[in-house]
Nanobody, 125 residues
């Protein structure tokens, strides 16, 4: 069964850090570009970061650039999102997905791409 499972979310104070994991099963994650997305209540889902499959190139939304770091460990079939200097605006459900890389700093998930179930990140004092 093809599956992506996110973990690592939780409650953290402003300025704190979390590391999210996106573990794949049923397929080899190394052959795919992987993106992280987030959706806050009442807001549209937005792309956060992406890592390519072949050359390891990384892409970030302007809102997280310099604070978040995406990485992958193909041996563990897992992609990570290290999040530092978190602020309340980062509060959302975070999802990982297999994605296609577009022009410029863009990536998207198509109808045949895989999604995880999401993990909640709450930044609050």
């Amino acid at each position: 069964q093809v599956q992506l499972v996110e973990s690592g979310g939780g409650l953290v104070q402003p300025g704190g850090s979390l590391r999210l994991s996106c573990a794949a099963s049923g397929f080899t994650l190394g052959g795919y570009a992987i993106g992280w997305f987030r959706q806050a209540p009442g807001k549209r889902r937005e792309g956060v970061s992406c890592i390519s499959s072949s050359d390891g190139n990384t892409y970030y939304a302007d809102s997280v650039k310099g604070r978040f770091t995406i990485s992958r460990d193909n041996a563990k079939n897992t992609v990570y999102l290290e999040m530092n200097s978190l602020n309340p605006e980062d509060t959302a459900v975070y999802y990982c997905a297999t994605v296609r890389i577009g022009h410029g700093n863009s990536w998207y998930a198509g109808p045949n791409d895989y999604w995880g179930q999401g993990t909640q990140v709450t930044v609050s004092s």
